[in-house]
């Protein structure tokens, strides 16, 4: 049985809808992430699951159980904030034991819980300390201790990292990866900025545009298939190229001439009626290579920037439109200023026609052309 359901919710404020259509349902044990950008409804989505903002249509179901009334500490649910939300007086032991005191459980049921959440976050050694006493990371994981000792059946994560320095956040990413793997059987919903939080601890992503749902699907699933140009954008750093042209030749390969002046062969099946049609070509940096033969792409490289293992080569001037961002192996800082000629495997490349993939037109159209 599904976890969570969601049908058809929305969220208006009067006359103001942040959130529309919200169709999706959530297996038992998933860790779903949330992603868009700033103001796309994330974070309202997650507190109207947990209860602290009403549904203003559909229906959300827990379990089979419709929870839209359901106050939040009925609902089996827990959540973590960004803000830790930890009491400033209280020591950690207390901060973890206070949910179970209101609940009115044993001394014995409470000791026991609070032990086993802190043998799970490695907190056992600060369980007296005072969470001014204790690093960033720390009071994080007191937080997620909070909601451990709960045993909710679902656990939601506002953007618990976004407090922490780079290399906390991948301490403590990787900690909740290792937690999720101790409660195989715990459904979580998390909410991050952060790519690469995303694309590491998300069993399924859902990508969020304006209030409305525009792909769900595993990482490697929105990262090579996506379904429209917001998501190929949204999905990878840098993001996809998109290069406008017309398409001039169809059939099982479809070859695109750009308006930049390259040609790209790619292996996407297109039919004939489908010859002169305008459309973006989308290439992700790191699929481009230098070449010798046909170009998909060839200009002068702007400016470079060396990170080490890959160097980011961008053509066209920055602020003009149509950047294009090339992703090279190893450091070519001795690229600026020379004219590279880049090339593409057709199987890795993209087509987009008015923002939408072609991979995902229906192909019995297709096959009747
Ligand atoms: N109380 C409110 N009244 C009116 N509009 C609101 C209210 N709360 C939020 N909104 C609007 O709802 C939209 C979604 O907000 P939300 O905080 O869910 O976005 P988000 O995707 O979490 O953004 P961020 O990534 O910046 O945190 C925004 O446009 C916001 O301005």
Same mark, same amino acid.
């Given at each position: 049985m599904a976890d969570l359901k969601l049908t058809g919710v929305e969220k208006a404020y009067g006359e103001v809808r942040v959130l529309r259509d919200i169709d999706l349902t959530i297996e038992k044990g998933e860790l779903i992430v949330f992603v868009g950008p700033s103001?796309?409804?994330?974070?309202?989505?997650?507190?109207?699951?947990?209860?602290?903002?009403?549904?203003?249509?559909?229906?959300?179901?827990?379990?089979?159980?419709?929870?839209?009334?359901?106050?939040?500490?009925?609902?089996?649910?827990?959540?973590?904030?960004?803000?830790?939300?930890?009491?400033?007086?209280?020591?950690v032991r207390q901060n973890m034991e206070f949910a179970l005191n209101i609940a009115g459980k044993s001394k014995a049921e409470i000791a026991r819980a609070v032990e086993n959440a802190a043998r799970i976050l490695q907190l056992t050694p600060y369980l007296d300390r005072l969470p001014r006493a204790l690093s960033g990371g720390q009071r994080q994981r007191v937080a997620i201790g909070r909601a451990i000792v709960r045993d909710p059946k679902v656990y939601l994560f506002d953007e618990p990292l976004s407090n922490l320095d780079a290399a906390l956040r991948v301490a403590t990413r990787i900690e909740i990866a290792q937690l999720k793997e101790k409660m195989p059987d715990r459904t979580m919903i998390y909410v991050t900025h952060d790519q690469v939080e995303a694309m590491t601890l998300a069993s399924?992503?859902?990508?969020?545009?304006?209030?409305?749902?525009?792909?769900?699907?595993?990482?490697?699933?929105?990262?090579?298939?996506?379904?429209?140009?917001?998501?190929?954008?949204?999905?990878?750093?840098?993001?996809?190229?998109?290069?406008?042209?017309?398409?001039?030749?169809?059939?099982? @390969?479809?070859? /695109?001439?750009?308006?930049?002046?390259?040609?790209?062969? $790619?292996?996407?099946?297109?039919? !004939?009626? %489908?010859?002169?049609?305008?459309?973006?070509?989308?290439?992700?940096?790191?699929?481009?290579?230098?070449?010798?033969?046909?170009?998909?792409? @060839?200009?002068? /490289?702007?400016?470079?920037?060396?990170?080490?293992?890959? $160097?980011?080569?961008?053509?066209? !001037?920055? %602020?003009?439109?149509?950047?294009?961002?090339?992703?090279?192996?190893g450091i070519q800082a001795d690229l600026r200023h020379r004219t590279v000629r880049l090339g593409a495997d057709p199987a890795r490349l993209h087509l987009f026609h008015e923002g939408q993939s072609l991979l995902y037109r229906d192909r019995t159209e297709l096959a009747r052309a």
């Open positions: 103001g796309c409804g994330k974070s309202t989505l997650l507190r109207m699951i947990a209860g602290l903002e009403r549904i203003t249509g559909g229906t959300l179901e827990i379990d089979g159980q419709v929870v839209n009334d359901v106050p939040p500490a009925q609902r089996g649910i827990a959540m973590v904030f960004q803000s830790y939300a930890l009491y400033p007086h209280m020591t399924r992503i859902v990508v969020l545009e304006g209030g409305g749902i525009s792909q769900v699907g595993t990482p490697l699933e929105l990262y090579t298939r996506p379904q429209n140009a917001f998501v190929a954008r949204f999905i990878g750093s840098p993001a996809m190229n998109l290069l406008p042209g017309e398409i001039v030749e169809t059939g099982p @390969e479809t070859v /695109v001439r750009l308006d930049s002046g390259g040609v790209a062969r $790619t292996a996407i099946p297109t039919g !004939p009626e %489908d010859l002169g049609l305008l459309v973006d070509l989308g290439v992700r940096p790191e699929d481009l290579v230098e070449t010798d033969g046909p170009a998909l792409y @060839e200009g002068e /490289v702007e400016i470079t920037e060396a990170l080490g293992e890959v $160097t980011l080569l961008y053509f066209v !001037p920055r %602020d003009e439109e149509g950047q294009v961002v090339a992703k090279l192996p």
